[in-house]
């Protein structure tokens, strides 16, 4: 299926995720259904345990839902088998973590380059040079992650996830490791990538403040989600 406007960046129908444990058949997602427009800004927020990360991976493609349907710009994701979800992954969407997830024995620029050379983009170092200096981190380029502080290394795989221009970026907690004003730039490149980038946004976070950024908050509750007013 091609892409266009006509569609919106992510629609979910009675998504749910059960597990087998030893105790039986767990659910964590039950019956999820949601559309996000292109370009929206979206809020998840919802206790521990809730089921935010498992929802977050499961519309990245990261994992498989046991049931249900997701259409992320247009294709039906819920069809495609590993390999498909991984092309579709590194066409569309950009996945940033609390705990960061940088390769340490790379440097800043080659964590940066990684996504670009797997496209195979013959300037790989130069966009990712300059998607360093847009994250401030021009003065860091050969630095390794264990000589970036925790904020820096945040930058670094916004600047990794934004490297294929994703038409959607999932982040998990992405503040959740940060003090206040790292927390804060962290912030502000996401809002500003996404406006100035159209990028869909789909945040999951304990941090009320940034959820109230975002053009909408869903609260998820023991694997269901309600909209928030
Ligand atoms: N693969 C799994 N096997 C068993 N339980 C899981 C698995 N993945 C997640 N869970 C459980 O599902 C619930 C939701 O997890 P998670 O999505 O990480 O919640 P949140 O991100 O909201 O804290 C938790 O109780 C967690 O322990
Ligand atoms: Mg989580």
Redesign the pocket.
Known sequence: MTSSQSHPAIVVRELSQK?A?LDGT?S?LDGINLEIAQGQSVAII?S????????LALLAGLDRASHGEIYLDGSALHQLDEEQRAALRGASVGFIFQSFMLVDSLTALENVMLPLELAGQANAPQQAKALLERVGLAERLDHFPNQLSGGEQQRVAIARAFASKPKILFADEPTGNLDHSNSDKVEELLFSLNRESGTTLVL?THDLELAKRCQRQLR?HAGRLEEQQ
Do not use: C, R, Y
């Open positions: 597990v444990t767990l964590i919802g521990s345990g809730a089921g935010k990360s498992t929802l999951v998820m």
